[in-house]
């Protein structure tokens, strides 16, 4: 369905189509008109399928422009997710001169209050630790709020904010409208829906859809010695335009960020321990295209408002089946392909049936290249980088190149550049220390404990409101190759 019919004004559909886009997403064309009316929702879809703009939209169309207080409030788990919300709703609203605000812990209240005092937002978006901590200084009122969203409710009853929402909740006694956004639907998540809801109307994107059909899901069965080398050669021969590494733990992101870039590749990693200002670079430089390898935490990655990512390797499984699902949404987005990696041990078996179960998906086996595949990809790769070259002026090298023409035969000369190009990434030894394995989960018909943490850490990221496809034509190492195993990158 198209956004026109959708009951959006002008200047709405005038944003829209600057971001390139007519067809909305499931969510959005079921969200959309009901949250317009004016009704309670509770909409569940995985990251990436287009959340903010279904449930800013319709804020952005009802906001009464002339009115100077807080109209609605958008809670976010995480501060990433409230930045990259609020900027989202600033692009929809610029024709309609909407004032957004942000605020989040981590930052300097001062300022914040100052801001919120010299000019009021008509939509406010926040953490619930910060929110909740304006309320009770009174610093920002919710009297006049007619709209509440609580968007990613699951991972915020994760990271322990459930009474923290709550406690918002009961602030915005005059609300009209309660939104309420899940990839999942736990029983406190339904439990607030019963409480601060009213006959709210269910939006589920049928299973089929939540699991992302457009996302091949492999595993390759590997000892924990043989995991690193084979992704890399995984990824010399598949060529990732974008990738993201999922590791369990700080430590194993750090390690395989170094043995990554060791080995030559453009990688950069984030968790928790790394302040804000150092997410965010790593995050820009990645959104931006200038990193090809984003390696991350689950909490720092759940809910990546990333496009353009074409694979996703599971470099520890998670045993959690949720998480599995919230790190494979960052790929197979608006419309596009793509692939995911699961690296399984032998007793990890258990969990990749449990997760199969929940995703009605099978895995398919993935044969590791070998390292002849995986030189080749890079080869493939490098000759790709020297036609680039030559479409450039070359011509102030020429004196040169002739002097070296005179020394070597052209072969030698194409050869030395290529193999200072691809260069054999086995030969760089990297070790990545082992971690404590998963306990061992049988056949997988059992779902065992869940093992999700309540931290609070505050370094997550997220939708995929507008996401389109990172077009910039980049070279890089290693392009799938047609083997028998090689699973292409496809270009949607």
Do not use: W
Request: with cysteine.
């Amino acid at each position: 369905m198209k956004f026109s019919e959708l009951g959006l004004n002008d200047a709405l559909l005038k944003a829209i189509r600057r971001s390139g886009f007519e067809e909305a997403t499931p969510i959005q064309e079921q969200t959309i008109p009901l949250a317009l009316e004016g009704k309670d929702v509770i909409g569940q879809a995985q990251t990436g399928t287009g959340k903010t703009a279904a449930f800013g939209l319709p804020i952005l169309q009802n906001l009464d422009k002339q009115h100077k207080t807080i109209q609605a409030v958008v809670i976010e788990p995480t501060r990433e997710l409230a930045i990259q919300t609020q900027e989202e709703l600033f692009r929809l609203g610029r024709d309609e001169n909407a004032r957004v605000q942000v605020v989040y812990g981590g930052a300097d209240i001062g300022r914040q209050i100052r801001s919120l005092k010299n000019h009021v937002p008509a939509i406010l978006v926040g953490t619930p630790g910060r929110l909740l901590d304006h309320l009770k200084r009174g610093t920002i009122s919710l009297d006049e709020v007619k709209t509440i969203v609580l968007d990613e409710a699951d991972e915020m009853l994760d990271m322990g904010f459930i009474s923290d929402i709550e406690s918002i909740l009961n602030y915005a006694k005059n609300r009209t409208q309660t939104l309420l956004f899940s990839a999942t639907m736990p029983k406190p998540i339904l439990r607030i829906g019963e409480k601060f809801m009213h006959n709210p109307e269910i939006v589920r994107i049928k299973a089929k859809e939540l699991t992302a059909d457009l996302i091949d899901q492999y595993f390759v069965r590997a000892k924990e010695s043989e995991k690193f080398d084979i992704m890399c050669r995984l990824i010399d021969v598949q060529g990732p335009d974008l990738a993201v590494v999922f590791g369990r733990t700080k430590r194993r992101v750090d390690e395989l960020t170094r043995g990554l870039q060791a080995r030559g590749y453009n990688a950069a990693g984030i968790h928790g321990d790394l302040s804000q200002v150092r997410r965010m670079s790593v995050l820009k430089r990645f959104r931006s295209g200038k990193l090809d390898i984003l390696v991350a935490t689950d909490v720092a990655a759940r809910g990546l408002d990333i496009s353009g990512v074409t694979h996703v390797y599971n470099y520890d499984i998670p045993q959690d089946p949720d998480s599995y699902v919230h790190r494979i949404g960052r790929t197979g987005r608006a419309g596009q392909n793509g692939i995911s990696v699961t690296f399984v041990t032998p007793n990890e078996i258990g969990y990749m049936r449990t997760i199969e179960q929940l995703t009605k998906k099978k895995m398919l086996p993935l044969r590791p290249p070998t390292d002849d595949q995986a030189l080749h990809g890079q080869l493939k790769a490098a000759k790709a980088q020297i036609e680039e070259l030559l479409k450039g002026d070359l011509s102030k090298y020429e004196k040169e190149a002739n002097e070296l023409l005179e020394n070597y035969s052209a072969l030698d000369l194409v050869a030395a550049f290529l193999k200072n190009l691809s260069k054999d990434s086995s030969e760089v030894k990297v070790k990545i220390t082992p971690e404590k394995p998963l306990p061992y989960k049988g056949n997988g018909r059992k779902n065992h404990g869940r093992g999700r943490g309540k931290s609070r850490g505050h370094d997550r990221n997220r939708h995929g409101n507008f996401n389109k496809r990172n077009q910039k034509g980049r070279t890089r190492r290693g392009h799938g190759n047609g083997h028998e195993f090689v699973i292409k990158n496809k270009k949607g």
